[in-house]
């Protein structure tokens, strides 16, 4: 009989999500994207195309945005892990960004809106001043159908400011 070269395991996961320390018992087939909907139950990170397109699944581990859709949950072992729950500002309310997207009505039906702010803030954190272009370039991962772009530009451009 063939041995099953690449056999699921299980194995006891432990990382920081949120800032909160979390230790889970997951499969080793679990993508991270699963882990953050299903087993942590935070569904603001979204599930669009789940092929690593569309942006909607974007989050920070160890500060960097990474689409959940392509990792594991194994690969999270001893990281920190950052979803759109977590983004907030100084006094523990909005975070500029979000503030900056509904002010500038950078949010229409919001799928990828979680996707989008995650992935501006994963690029103000590295580069404050990032220049518009910059900006354009950090976001062509992220597919949006609704705003057109240009409000979700000027919205990042405001929270520079803001930041
Ligand atoms: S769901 Fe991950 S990139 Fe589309
Ligand atoms: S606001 Fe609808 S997909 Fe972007």
């Known amino acids: 009989m063939m041995k099953d070269k690449n056999p699921h ?8 999500v949120n800032g909160q320390e979390t230790e889970r018992e997951i499969e080793s087939s679990r993508s ?20 690593g397109e569309c942006g909607a699944c974007l989050v920070l581990v160890d500060g960097k945005a990474v689409n959940a ?8 072992q001893g990281k920190e892990l950052v979803t ?8 523990g309310g909005l975070h500029p960004l979000q ?16 996707g989008l702010i995650v992935a501006s803030e994963a ?3 590295r580069n404050p001043r990032a220049t518009l272009g910059e900006i354009k370039l950090e976001l062509t991962g992220n597919l949006c159908r609704c705003t057109g772009y ?14």
């Open 9 to 16: 395991f299980s194995f006891r996961l432990s990382c920081l």
């Open 32 to 51: 991270l994207l699963e882990f953050i909907r299903e087993d942590l139950g935070l569904k603001g990170t979204k599930e669009g195309c789940g092929e």
């Open 69 to 76: 859709c392509l990792m594991t949950a194994l690969q999270l």
């Open 84 to 91: 759109i729950e977590g983004i907030k500002g100084r006094d």
């Open 99 to 114: 503030k900056t997207f509904m002010a500038e009505g950078a949010v229409q039906c919001g799928f990828c809106t979680p």
């Open 123 to 125: 690029l103000l954190r």
């Open 150 to 163: 240009e409000k979700v530009l000027s919205a990042v451009e405001k929270a520079k400011k803001l930041l």
